[in-house]
């Protein structure tokens, strides 16, 4: 069975101390990784997919790598708008589509 | 413009009752999802419509069971709720085919049984 593992629980970071959050999977054909975010109150909202290990991609403060174990987000310089708990979601490619998801990292990103 | 749209946001109701939440999307996505978010965030899918087919059933009570008259409804009917069937229920849709599977969610229902 699929599982994702993600550390830390929660993290709290000042403005601009950058870091970096985990995501361990163990899933048989990995079709994708996902990475969400979800404000309070809100559904998760799609950041990014990745599909093979060495993959990277970036938008804004976030980037988001694979290896063939685990992901990391890193965030560059956060803001306190990038307080939120993301969320690490995997799809192996004989599952229909079903997404197994994390725990979740809670962020917090002090003024 | 809302892509996926659930309805209601809030459902406060009492242990025995039966009561439906609706969900569509308009995104022309060919699947769509249950998801249950417990008090600890952990986001456990329920149900999965392919084109109004069930492809995933996931160990749920038969007490829930999830209709989907077209590819962009699907709505989960509950009955006889339960004070453990308090939690967030989000809705779901994405792609199966192609590389963009992504799941795009809807804003939650957060039902409180008491």
């Known amino acids: 069975e699929d599982q994702v593992t993600q550390s830390p629980e929660a993290l709290r970071l000042q403005e601009g101390e950058s870091s970096s959050l985990n995501c361990s999977y163990t899933?048989?054909?990995?079709?994708?990784l996902f990475w969400y975010r979800q404000d309070p109150g809100k559904g998760p909202e799609f950041l990014f997919t990745?599909?093979?290990a060495g993959e990277e991609k970036e938008k804004e403060r976030l980037k988001a790598t694979l290896t063939k174990k685990e992901s990391f987000l890193h965030i560059t310089a956060p803001k306190p708008e990038d307080s939120a708990t993301y969320l690490c979601?995997?799809?192996?490619?004989?599952?229909?589509?079903?997404?197994?998801f994390g725990d979740g990292t809670t962020l917090t990103v002090k003024p | 413009d809302t892509a996926v749209s659930q309805t209601p946001k809030y459902l406060v109701t009492q242990m025995g009752n039966d009561k439906s939440i609706k969900c569509e999307q308009n995104?022309?996505?060919?699947?769509m999802y249950w998801y249950k978010q417990d008090s600890k965030k952990f986001l456990k899918i329920m149900f999965s419509?392919?084109?109004?087919?069930?492809?995933i059933n996931e160990t749920v009570p038969n007490r829930f069971s999830p209709k989907s008259p077209d590819k962009a409804h699907l709505n989960l009917h509950i009955n006889s709720l339960e004070l453990g069937d308090s939690a967030v229920y989000f809705c779901?849709?994405?792609?199966?085919?192609?590389?963009?599977?992504?799941?795009?969610f809807g804003q939650g229902t957060r039902l409180t049984v008491v």
């Open positions: 779901a849709s994405s792609h199966t085919g192609g590389s963009n599977t992504e799941a795009f």
């Open positions: 899933v048989s054909g990995l079709r994708g």
């Open positions: 990745l599909y093979s």
């Open positions: 979601a995997v799809q192996g490619f004989t599952n229909a589509g079903k997404s197994t």
């Open positions: 995104l022309g996505h060919d699947t």
């Open positions: 419509y392919n084109n109004k087919e069930l492809i």
